[in-house]
């Protein structure tokens, strides 16, 4: 006779099969195989089949895979009771319930064909539902909305990405190096069933889109910035580039999928992405702060009259170049990337190269307004100086307590993706504020002291978590304006007119 543990589980599974066959992930048919292989991953061989009144329901997906995790650790089925160790388990068990790549790959491709915006719908659900985004965890995140001198920009502190336990650090310090996958955007990680120091994917499907003639796919991040975050990436493991034909791709991904907007980390260090040994773009369905960005003025650029083009009103140095053609677009964007790349302008602290070394590029957004095609071109540098070690056009350091790191495609466009230590930190800023606390006394609030006794004569009981935020969201506009080559200034919009008549040929006094 089964024992109580044994009943217990068997319940639990069966309420994941339930799961997986509501959501579509498998067919009634498929029950009996769906519980042999989740026993399987479980390493139990026996199974009890529940009355119909013993079953368990109105538990969603993660409580779930807990109960069943629980067991598998308790059993030694899973060496560590840590997240690292358990996300590997769990990925396994959804891994036994998502439909193989030609399933998904086959409807997608069907719903595309009638309506692109369908297709993401759908693809983008059954990320969710195969527990590869985790819903539970994107409900953790904290997120609000600040007004500034630029419109309301959004500030999220993502803490959808598991901070790993110390001892799962120390273990994965330890592996052999691996090559395969050669990255964490590679589609061999299609299924893989990851290590210590690799995800496990076991539940990720990948939809390939032809870009530009060439094999490339899409999938969504887990860790979900914004809505419908996707990452598009080469199908070929091969270092990022900002140059003509990466125009031609984001205009093209924009043709085939117009409800999204797509854009590019830049190439360089300090202003470029986490990855960028693999060839990718990000993008998805968010309207952030820049794309509402009116223009500060218009410009025009010569030979190119059918291209309405303009700076934006914005901390960063952003051209807006928009038109019926896209060709026209690449063939204007790539005269300014190459003109940029090239400039040097010292009063204005833009250096082309310095020690051999480049420094200047872009970070590109395509979307669609309307029926025509837009393209954002922020002008990136990364040079470093004495003072600014870290980089003249990065975060400045009076204000590293909230943002230290690189100033990446996402956070350009208007949304401050803030470290997960924040959510702690500025909570007991206004606890003390409210309390009239020393800041200085406490570990969470130390870094943090001056700059909000800035604002501290503003907080009271009832405001303190509002002013608190917003008081970050002018920070990071301030940041934003750290992170941009032109200032808002007089001096800023004369150098930045002095780099436009430069692409117009109009001004030989500076180096090509």
Known sequence: MADAQTRTVSRYIDALVDYAHQRGLIEASDRVWARNG????????????????????????????????????????????????????????????????????????????????????????LSQDTNYIRRDRMAKDVAWQSATDYGTIDMTINLAKPEKDPRAIAAARNMPAAEYPLCLLCAENEGY???????????????????????????????????????????????????????????????????????????????????????????????????????????????????????????????????????????????????????????????????????????????????????????????????????LYHPHAELHHLKKENIGLIEVMGLAVLPARLKDELAAVADGLVASADLRESELTEKHAEWAEGFADRVTAENAQKVVEDEVGKAFATVLEHAGVYKNDPEGSAAF????????????????
């Open 193 to 391: 069933a990851g290590r210590l120091n690799h995800p496990a994917r076991q539940n990720h499907r990948l939809v390939p889109v032809t870009i530009n003639s060439a094999p490339w796919y899409i999938q969504y991040s887990p860790y979900v910035y914004y809505n419908e975050h996707c990452i598009v990436f080469n199908e070929e493991h091969t270092p990022m580039k900002i140059d003509r034909a990466a125009f031609g791709k984001l205009l093209d991904f924009v043709a085939q999928f117009p409800h999204y907007f797509v854009g590019s980390n830049a190439d360089l260090p300090i202003v470029g992405g986490s990855i960028l040994s693999h060839d990718h773009f990000q993008g998805g369905r968010f309207e952030f702060a820049m794309e509402r960005a009116p223009l500060r003025e218009t410009v025009e650029f010569t030979g190119y009259e059918d291209v309405d083009a303009g700076i934006v009103e914005w901390p960063m140095s952003v051209l807006r170049l928009t038109a019926d053609d896209p060709h026209r677009l690449i063939d204007l964007a790539d005269k300014i990337l190459t003109k940029w790349r090239g400039y040097t302008d010292e009063d204005a602290m833009v250096l082309a190269v310095t020690d051999g070394e480049p420094h200047s590029t872009i970070t590109p957004i395509a979307r669609r307004r309307g029926a025509r095609f837009e393209l954002d071109l922020v002008l990136r540098n990364n040079l470093t100086t004495e003072e600014h070690p870290l980089g």
């Open 38 to 125: 989740v026993l399987e991953e479980l390493q139990r061989d026996t199974y009890v089949a529940a009355d119909e009144g013993e079953r368990i329901r109105g538990l969603d997906v993660a409580q779930i895979l807990d109960v069943l995790t629980d067991d598998a650790v308790a059993r030694g089925v899973v060496e560590q009771d840590s997240v690292v160790y358990r996300d590997l388990f769990d990925t396994a068990l959804m891994g036994r319930l998502t439909p193989p790549p030609r399933e998904v790959r086959r409807r997608f491709r069907e719903l595309a064909e009638v309506d692109p915006q369908s297709a993401t719908d759908w693809y983008y659900a």
């Open 497 to 512: 007119q002095r780099f436009i008549s430069y692409v117009n040929g109009e001004d030989s006094t500076l180096s090509a």
